[in-house]
């Protein structure tokens, strides 16, 4: 049985219709690296409410999603590990797919989609798997963890990482208040809470 949809909290807004600040918003992500084809959905969508906080946002988020010193196959890993942690459906919608393009492997996909460790992933996946659990669980990292992952990836990557993810909770967390959910004919990744 589909997961029960729920309704979005915020009106999409129509592009005929946007103010000045929305119309600058919207011409600046089409500017960026998303491309000219992007719409108003999505974060995206709710910041077109508040469109001098989404210019901020798309900027950091362009820079984390696109010119970090991550590989784009572990920066998409730690934004499924993001999105996962905070069933973010929209977010899983649009990242998943991207994740198996940039080399994550379907079966780790899948582990992760169901909440499970994902075991037969590479190195240098399980170990920000490992960073990003004991971080959102903890709130903290401890020695073992930070050292491990930081074998891997080097200073300016570590931090980075953590920019990386801490944007992508900004993400979950407008996703998740605002209902923002995937196309109506695309499958929910998450249960629904009731």
Same mark, same amino acid.
């Given at each position: &049985?589909?997961?029960?949809?729920?309704?979005?909290?915020?009106?999409?807004?129509?592009?005929?219709? &946007?103010?000045?600040?929305?119309?600058?918003? *919207?011409?600046?992500?089409?500017?960026?690296?998303?491309? !000219? +084809?992007?719409?108003?959905?999505?974060?995206?969508?709710?910041? *077109?409410?508040? #469109?001098?906080?989404?210019?901020?946002?798309?900027?950091?988020?362009?820079?984390?999603?696109? %010119?970090?010193?991550?590989?784009? $196959?572990? +920066?998409?890993?730690? /934004?499924?590990?993001?999105?996962?942690?905070?069933?973010?459906?929209?977010?899983?919608?649009?990242?998943? #797919?991207?994740?198996? !393009? =940039?080399?994550?492997?379907?079966?780790? /996909?899948?582990?992760?989609?169901?909440?499970?460790?994902?075991?037969?992933?590479? !190195?240098?996946?399980?170990?920000?798997?490992?960073?990003?659990?004991?971080?959102?669980?903890?709130? $903290?990292?401890?020695?073992?963890?930070? %050292?491990?992952?930081?074998?891997?990836?080097?200073?300016?990557? &570590?931090?980075?990482?953590?920019? /990386?993810?801490?944007?992508?909770?900004?993400? +979950? *967390?407008?996703?998740?208040?605002? $209902? &923002? *959910? #995937?196309?109506?004919?695309?499958?929910? =990744?998450?249960?629904?809470?009731?």
């Amino acid at each position: &049985m589909p997961a029960k949809r729920p309704a979005p909290r915020l009106a999409l807004v129509d592009e005929a219709h &946007m103010n000045d600040a929305q119309r600058l918003l *919207m011409d600046a992500l089409r500017a960026g690296p998303r491309g !000219k +084809s992007i719409t108003p959905r999505g974060p995206f969508a709710v910041w *077109m409410h508040a #469109p001098e906080l989404g210019d901020l946002a798309q900027k950091l988020g362009a820079h984390c999603r696109y %010119n970090t010193t991550l590989s784009p $196959r572990l +920066s998409e890993f730690a /934004i499924l590990c993001t999105a996962r942690l905070w069933r973010a459906q929209y977010e899983w919608f649009a990242h998943a #797919p991207m994740a198996e !393009k =940039a080399g994550v492997k379907t079966k780790t /996909i899948q582990d992760l989609r169901a909440g499970r460790e994902p075991k037969s992933a590479p !190195k240098d996946e399980r170990a920000i798997y490992a960073f990003v659990q004991e971080l959102y669980k903890t709130r $903290r990292v401890s020695d073992r963890t930070y %050292n491990r992952l930081h074998a891997l990836l080097g200073d300016k990557a &570590m931090a980075e990482l953590v920019g /990386i993810l801490g944007y992508y909770v900004l993400i +979950s *967390m407008t996703l998740n208040v605002f $209902r &923002m *959910m #995937p196309p109506a004919d695309a499958e929910l =990744a998450f249960a629904e809470p009731k």
